[in-house]
């Protein structure tokens, strides 16, 4: 067993209490958290504009209070609550920029890089708006796959744990992965 299986063991089971309702390991489970939350918080601001206002640690903060304000979740292990998490952080977002565009007329769009081959060729900047509608259209279009991008994508987690997350195999996942990433190539590439 390696040492990492038994930290997810750890995480899941502090997670399975507090789906219990134990409130007194929500403290303990944000700080054996809270380094991957910063990664992947960070990892979300390096693709958005410069003199963005927002902070890796405040979209943590905003995104744990989501969490732990939120509806009960059962959750199922560390990689559905990454995913959670992430999704949130997405959402925080989105809401920002809708906020800042709302704000400024004709202005506001935030850009995010898009990376791990989501546009293979070109590494260009993606206005985080455009990839939520976007990703709003593929979820119409193949709700499965666009969770898969979130997971992948937003959530950085690998093929097994989204295979576990979403129920199906890792080479479905794989093959979901690379048919919603080439739609999505072809869609934000489209001239507006």
């Avoid at 903060?61 to 989501?66: C, G, K």
């Avoid at 987690?157 to 999505?184: H, N, P, T």
Wanted: with cysteine.
């Amino acid at each position: 067993m390696r040492a990492n299986d038994t930290a997810d063991g750890y995480i899941t089971s502090l997670l399975s209490e507090w789906s219990r309702g134990n409130r007194a390991v929500e403290s303990e489970l944000a700080a054996v958290v809270y380094a991957k939350l910063h990664r992947l918080a960070a990892a979300y601001m390096r693709r958005e504009r410069g003199n963005h206002t927002l902070q890796p640690t405040a979209l943590v903060a905003e995104a744990w209070e989501r969490l732990a304000d939120g509806p009960a979740v059962v959750w199922q292990n560390r990689a559905h609550f990454f995913a959670m998490a992430s999704c949130q952080m997405r959402a925080i977002l989105v809401d920002h920029a809708r906020k800042r565009k709302t704000a400024k007329r004709g202005g506001g769009r935030r850009q995010v890089e898009l990376h791990d081959n989501l546009i293979k060729e070109d590494r260009s900047l993606v206005d985080i708006l455009a990839l939520d509608e976007a990703l709003n259209r593929l979820k119409a279009f193949d709700a499965r796959a666009c969770r898969i991008v979130e997971l992948h994508f937003f959530g950085g987690l690998s093929f097994e744990e989204m295979a576990l997350v979403v129920g199906i195999s890792a080479r479905s996942v794989q093959r979901d992965w690379s048919m919603a990433r080439a739609w999505l190539q072809k869609e934000l590439t489209k001239q507006p």
